[in-house]
Every structure is written in C-alpha cells, then in structure tokens.
C-alpha cells in the first residue's frame, strides 16, 4: 500500500487554505475518512464517482479499499495534490476538472457515488440522481455528507416537521438511511452545524407512477403543507376526485400523507 504524506502536511504544501465559496470544509481523520468508504461495502474492483475530492481525503480512503476512483473537482489549486495520489494509486484514479452540477464523467453504470459537498451543490445532484423515469439508475449507492438537518429531511416519516419533498423523492423508489453522525468539529474548518452521511440504494419502481406526476403531486401539495389537500391539490386536474376514489380524506394535509400514499396519488393521475 501507497505510504502517504498526512493530509494536513498536503494541504499546507500545495498551499489549500479552504475556501469559503467553494464551501470548503476539509476532513483529516483518516479512521473516520476509511469509515466513510466502507459505508457503500466492498469497494475492491468497483467504479466510484466521487464529486468534490478537494485535497483528496475521501479519495485516498476510497483508493485504498481498492476502488476505481472518478473524482470531479472545480478547485484547480488542488490538481496537483490530486495528481500525486494518482501516481500513489496507478491506474486507480482518474480527475476530472469541472463542476459537478454540469461535467459530464462518462461512467456507465453500475458505480456507486460518494461525495462530500458544500451544501446547495449537494442537495442539487442530489435531487438529480433521484429524479426522472429512467430507474434503475446507473448508480449502485449514494453515500454523501449533507448537513444533519437536511439528512433528516431525506429520512423523515411521515408526520413529522422534517418530512417533505425531499423525503418522498428519496424514499418512493429507494432505500435512504443515515449511516453515521459526523461531528463538526471533525472537519477543518469546523462549519456551524453537524453532519451526517446518508446512504441510498435504489429499490423497485412502483408499477404504473410516472416520477414527474409524482413530484407535480409533491410540489402542489407541500408548495402549502398547512393548507388541506383539497386546497393545496385544487390546481391539479383529476386530483380531488382521485383522493375520494383513494378514501384519502381531503381535509389532511401533507404532512400526514405516507410515501405510499403520495405513491398512489401519483398512479391515479398518470395517464
Ligand atoms: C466540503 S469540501 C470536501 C473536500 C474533501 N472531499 C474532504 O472530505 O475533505 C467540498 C469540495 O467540493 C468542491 N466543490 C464545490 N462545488 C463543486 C462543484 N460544483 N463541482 C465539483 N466540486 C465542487 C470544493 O472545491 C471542495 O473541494
């Protein structure tokens, strides 16, 4: 195995004081960085798209249980540390330069996605790795560092404050779980709040949805979650008469409806 500098002295050598813009939060624990990369399972042989790598914490966690890394980074000044792991790792990895939100990598299916990201980038790929008709998808895991409280959005039950959205777009096709707890002060330099990282695996489409009436059905309903559905869904053509079909009481509101339930709004709707 490839003997590495520690992080800290790669950071200091290459000069990578983070950047704020970038939402640059580093992590130097290289325990926790192998717990991380152990959360998709076995990673030996498999295809592994890592999007914001930085100065290559997670990467090198990821090379080292044998993986074939794909890492996107927007940050140039960290190429170069990047570049030395490449060589440290031969034919494990390969960088792209770009934003995540618009590169195209040009893996084909199946690999597994592990990514710490600032915050706004992370839920956008997010929201994009779980929506449109195509399912399965390409990914085999999702294994990504969110803020607690946005983890707990994608997790949540039905009833609660954090469930919206988020929750059924993670939960109707997919099993989403936080697997661990990061504490703020593990990262340099430490953010506000805590961490978690969530995993996703994909599961059965359900027969006869369509995920874009799914999510007119979502927008609609929590677009006013304090509003009853007869309100929130009046836009919806079909949807007041659908929910009496479905013995769904219009009177409740979002917040109450299951994932099962949206589910089946959703295939009442579709043509
Ligand atoms: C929170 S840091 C994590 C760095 C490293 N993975 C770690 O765990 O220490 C986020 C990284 O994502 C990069 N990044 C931010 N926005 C990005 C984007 N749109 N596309 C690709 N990388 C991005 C930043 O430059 C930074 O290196």
């Given amino acids: 195995m490839a003997d590495l500098p520690p992080l800290r002295d790669v950071i200091n050598r290459h000069g990578l004081f983070a950047s704020k813009a970038l939402g640059q939060n ?13 959360i998709p399972g076995k990673l030996k042989g498999e295809q592994v798209l890592e999007v914001g790598p930085g100065p290559g914490g997670l990467t090198r966690a990821l090379l080292r249980a044998g993986a074939q890394v ?12 990047l570049a030395e792991l490449a060589e440290a790792f031969p034919g494990q990895l390969r960088v792209i330069e770009g934003d995540a939100t618009k590169v195209d990598h040009g893996l084909e299916g199946p690999y597994h996605v ?18 449109g008709e195509g399912w399965p998808p390409q990914w085999a895991s999702l294994t990504l560092m969110f803020q607690l409280e946005v983890a707990q959005r994608i997790i949540a039950e039905a009833g609660s404050d954090a469930y919206g959205r988020l929750a059924v777009l993670a939960q109707w096709r997919s099993n989403a779980k936080i697997a661990m707890k990061v504490h703020r002060s593990a990262f340099t330099p430490p953010p506000k709040v805590m961490s978690a990282v969530v995993h996703v695996t994909p599961a059965a489409m359900p027969d006869g949805v369509s995920a874009r009436m799914l999510e007119r059905v979502t927008e609609a309903a929590f677009g006013q979650r304090r509003k009853m559905l007869r309100q929130s869904l009046k836009g919806l053509p079909g949807a007041l ?3 009496e079909s479905l013995g769904i009481d219009p009177a409740r509101r979002a917040e109450t409806l299951s994932v099962a339930e949206f589910v089946s709004l959703a295939r009442a709707l579709t043509a």
Avoid: H, K
């Avoid at 580093?26 to 152990?38: G, K, S």
């Avoid at 794909?70 to 540390?81: S, V």
């Fill in 70 to 81: 794909t890492a996107i980074e927007m940050d140039r000044r960290c190429l170069p540390a």
């Fill in 114 to 131: 592990v990514a710490n990201l600032p915050y706004n980038v992370g839920t956008a790929l997010f929201v994009g790795w779980l929506s």
């Fill in 26 to 38: 580093f992590l130097f624990d290289e325990q926790l960085l192998d717990r991380i990369a152990a």
């Fill in 241 to 243: 008469e659908a929910l």
